[in-house]
């Protein structure tokens, strides 16, 4: 399986903080934000990553990641030239994706809880050829929205719907086989101009291939998109890591507990970062620490 982080368009909800800077390099507490999201990638086991992002910020993405050898990972770069939609991101990856299943994470999304990396841990296992999750909310409105059957089987799905049939939102995670591109390729832009990826997923559930995964009320999850929500993630981050917790989105630690570098290069990492918390976190994972 490959992955995609969608790490484009205007931050426009984050105006006038995002006018000059991408909004998946902005901190979520003491993180830049595009490591939870990529950490999510690694955590199910994935090592071949292509971001996505505008012109103007890819080369951010590049200079903070580089091509990813040093997690152990193969991270390449792509240029949206404008937010056309989630979607997209399967026909500029599609080269990229070629026969393999895929895995697409919004850069702006923050995931955190023991079940659900339970379940990243196990997707390889879960038979089907696409699986998304619900998560409760008490704004559907703003989301793209799963409606349920009394036997808890999905039966529709609505992008930002007026009137929502239900209050389970779809977190911007999604595991598909490769036909997605062949799936995204046959989309016409929505009202809003876009190629939506609920349109993607209403294919599947028509033809019975999409599994839904409910997540449990202990599971977190934002989607920092707005000022309230930034803040309430990195409120969370602080608070959890204080707490004597295993740090979040902590991308060199997955890395590292996933055996793709050794405690040499784990090291080397927190060297690096040596005068900071997190640095001095990294090397108390280590023999040495």
Same mark, same amino acid.
């Given at each position: 399986? !490959?992955?995609?982080?969608?790490?484009g368009g205007k $931050?426009?909800?984050?105006?006038?903080?995002?006018?000059?800077?991408?909004?998946?390099?902005l901190?979520?507490?003491?993180?830049?934000?595009?490591?939870?999201?990529l950490?999510?990638?690694m955590?199910?086991?994935?090592?071949?990553?292509?971001?996505?992002?505008?012109?103007?910020?890819?080369?951010?993405?590049?200079a903070?990641?580089?091509n990813?050898?040093?997690?152990? *990972?193969n991270? /390449?770069?792509?240029? /949206?030239k404008e937010?056309?939609g989630i979607?997209?991101a @399967?026909?500029?990856?599609?080269?990229f994706?070629?026969?393999?299943?895929?895995?697409?994470i919004? $850069?702006d999304?923050?995931?955190?809880?023991d079940a659900f990396y339970?379940?990243?841990?196990?997707?390889?296992?879960?038979?089907s050829?696409?699986?998304?999750?619900?998560?409760?909310?008490?704004?559907p409105?703003?989301?793209?929205?799963?409606?349920?059957?009394?036997?808890?089987?999905?039966?529709?799905?609505e992008?930002?719907?007026?009137?929502p !049939?239900s209050?389970?939102?779809?977190?911007?995670?999604? @595991?598909?086989?490769?036909?997605?591109?062949?799936?995204?390729?046959?989309?016409?832009p929505?009202?809003?101009g876009?190629?939506e990826?609920?349109?993607?997923? !209403?294919?599947?559930?028509y033809?019975?291939?999409?599994?839904?995964?409910p997540?449990d009320?202990?599971?977190?999850?934002?989607?920092?998109?707005?000022? !309230?929500?930034?803040?309430e993630a990195?409120? @969370?981050?602080r608070k959890?890591?204080?707490?004597?917790?295993?740090? *979040?989105g902590c991308?060199e630690?997955?890395a590292?507990?996933?055996g793709?570098?050794?405690?040499?290069?784990?090291?080397?990492?927190?060297?690096?970062n040596?005068?900071?918390?997190? $640095?001095?976190?990294?090397?108390?994972?280590?023999?040495?620490?």
């Open positions: 399986m !490959k992955g995609i982080i969608l790490a $931050g426009t909800r984050l105006y006038p903080i995002t006018k000059v800077l991408s909004k998946q390099i901190p979520v507490y003491d993180k830049p934000m595009i490591y939870y999201s950490s999510v990638l955590l199910a086991g994935i090592k071949d990553i292509l971001i996505i992002s505008s012109e103007r910020d890819i080369s951010f993405y590049e903070l990641l580089g990813g050898v040093q997690y152990g *990972v991270i /390449q770069y792509s240029i /949206q937010p056309r979607a997209e @399967f026909i500029i990856g599609r080269s994706i070629a026969n393999s299943s895929v895995a697409l919004l $850069g999304n923050v995931f955190y809880g339970k379940i990243l841990g196990n997707i390889g296992e879960l038979e050829q696409a699986i998304v999750f619900a998560y409760y909310v008490y704004d409105s703003n989301y793209g929205i799963v409606e349920f059957n009394r036997q808890g089987e999905a039966i529709s799905v992008e930002k719907p007026v009137c !049939k209050n389970y939102a779809i977190p911007g995670l999604y @595991f598909y086989d490769s036909s997605v591109v062949d799936k995204a390729q046959q989309l016409k929505s009202n809003r876009e190629l990826i609920t349109d993607i997923n !209403k294919m599947y559930l033809n019975k291939q999409l599994k839904v995964l997540l009320s202990k599971t977190k999850w934002y989607d920092t998109g707005t000022c !309230k929500s930034l803040h990195s409120s @969370f981050v959890t890591q204080r707490k004597g917790k295993a740090y *979040v991308i630690e997955v590292f507990r996933k793709y570098i050794s405690e040499e290069q784990l090291l080397s990492l927190a060297r690096s040596i005068k900071s918390d997190y $640095g001095r976190y990294l090397i108390g994972l280590t023999t040495k620490g």
